[in-house]
């Protein structure tokens, strides 16, 4: 027996030297993907490509292993009885054990955590963040989140405790947990996914509205509308509802703002005494004349013009230069308020497709929400979606309580920093 245990100490060793290897790796690869100092970790390392090459082909260690730390375990009541006897003995390999909290992104934006490799280009921790069930002794199935939590961010437990005790829709902090040199924060896990994943699997994290800013006839309307990305998504009224608005629109202040991006180069161009391009200016102004003669003459009128021709004999005249510069400030003043007006439309149409899509116009929820933190005193640091829950029907893929427009959204990540610039 003794002989056998000495035979085993040096692969013990050995097994614990990778380890630490396997552990420095990871965080000397992921601090240089954040810092994009991946290139210079090549070089420093390329003596020992090898043997690099085959770390870096194994699973990524975050969590410390100090076998002398101390172990403390505090669990909310509901937890009582329920975690099992093996996460008592090693609280650390028991929570590092569990399953990677999906993210429901659907896209490969974020490591599998399978090697350090692809940490390379995709600088992210994914094992800090991980998922279980356990059954209380009702019967009661309780979904957790486990956070692994840096030394320096431990605040995070306490402004989470102390938000949910101030009323905000945020998880409940059901456990916190000291060993090996690590803490984990257990969370009642919501039945949710973050807004950032809400608004990819709708497609309405990236899209812009063209037919909120240029003039187009009915048939480029909806060419434009049936590329929008999220078109699969919506509702038969909201289309119509966006289609009625747009003509409204159109008629009310869009062929206008169009107008008036020529004509404020074509009279700054004159007061400025450049000619050069005003022909050019003219010639757009003359081919849209052509199209929409009625609602043109309607629009220079507003300006001291009675039709395309008055405007183009005014500016062959070219002489009177303070009349044009009083006329450029009238057509300054208008195009601010014209983009104004665009700007308004376009959030409002933004704010019905969301409505529409998701039940709720999410952004106004996320201001309430960073409202209510502010009024109870509580601030949080990164208001950015992917720390925005949203209650979610897996079923229906949709928000749940979308129909009766009573989706929810909680507050998650009370970390001190903000590390809004990642996504
Ligand atoms: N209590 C919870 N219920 C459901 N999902 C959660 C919960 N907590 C976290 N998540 C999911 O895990 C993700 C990461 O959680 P969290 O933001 O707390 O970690 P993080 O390390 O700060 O991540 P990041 O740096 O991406 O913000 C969240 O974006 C969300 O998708
Ligand atoms: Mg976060």
């Known amino acids: 027996m003794g002989e056998k245990r000495r035979e085993e100490q040096p ?49 990524p260690i975050f969590y410390e292993n100090e076998q002398h730390a101390k172990t403390e375990i505090l669990l909310s009541p509901e937890l009582g009885e329920t975690m099992p006897a093996e996460f008592f003995e090693n609280p650390t390999q028991w929570i590092e054990s569990q399953n990677n909290i999906e ?40 979904k957790i989140v486990s956070k692994r939590i840096k030394p320096e961010e431990t605040s995070e437990i306490a402004l989470a405790v102390k938000a949910f005790a101030a009323g905000i829709p945020t998880p409940k902090v059901l456990g916190e947990i000291y060993d090996k ?26 899209y812009s509205l063209a037919f909120g800013v240029t003039d187009m006839d009915e048939e480029w309307f909806w060419k434009d509308f049936t590329n929008l990305p999220f078109k699969n998504f919506i509702s038969d009224v909201c289309r119509q509802e966006i289609f ?121 929820e996320k201001e309430k929400l960073e409202k209510m933190c502010k009024e109870k005193g509580i601030e949080h640091k990164d208001f950015a979606d992917r720390n925005i829950l949203v209650g979610w029907d897996f079923e229906k893929d949709e928000p749940k309580g979308k129909d009766s427009g009573d989706v929810k959204l909680y507050v998650i990540d009370w970390e ?8």
């Open 103 to 142: 993210r429901h992104y659907g896209d490969k934006s974020l490591p599998t955590g399978k090697n350090i490799k692809e940490m390379r280009y995709q600088s992210y921790d994914i094992s800090k963040v991980k998922e279980f069930s356990v059954t209380d002794e009702h019967g009661k199935y309780i």
């Open 244 to 364: 009625n608005n747009w003509k409204k629109a159109k008629k009310d202040f869009i062929l206008e703002r169009e107008i008036s991006i020529p004509l404020k180069d074509l009279f700054r161009d004159v007061s400025e005494r450049y000619f050069d391009q005003v022909e050019d200016k003219m010639e757009s102004l003359r081919w849209k004349n052509t199209l929409n003669k009625e609602a043109i003459d309607k629009i220079l009128k507003k300006y001291g013009f009675k039709n395309l021709d008055d405007l183009e004999n005014q500016k062959l005249e070219g002489a009177d230069l303070e009349k044009y510069k009083k006329l450029l400030k009238i057509i300054n003043r208008r195009a601010e308020i014209l983009s104004k007006k665009s700007t308004i439309f376009k959030d409002n149409l933004s704010a019905a497709i969301l409505k529409d899509i998701l039940g709720v116009d999410v952004n106004v």
């Open 181 to 206: 040199g690590n803490t984990y924060a257990f969370f009642e896990k919501i039945d949710g996914i973050d807004l950032k994943a809400a608004l990819k699997k709708k497609k309405l994290d990236h």
């Open 11 to 59: 692969e013990i060793e050995q097994e614990i030297m990778l380890e630490e290897l396997v552990r420095k790796t990871s965080k000397v690869v992921l601090h240089a993907a954040e810092k994009g100092r991946t290139r210079l970790f090549d070089v420093l390392t390329y003596k020992n490509i090898e043997k690099i090459n085959r770390i870096l082909d194994k699973k």
């Open 416 to 423: 001190k920093k903000s590390k809004s610039n990642k996504k």
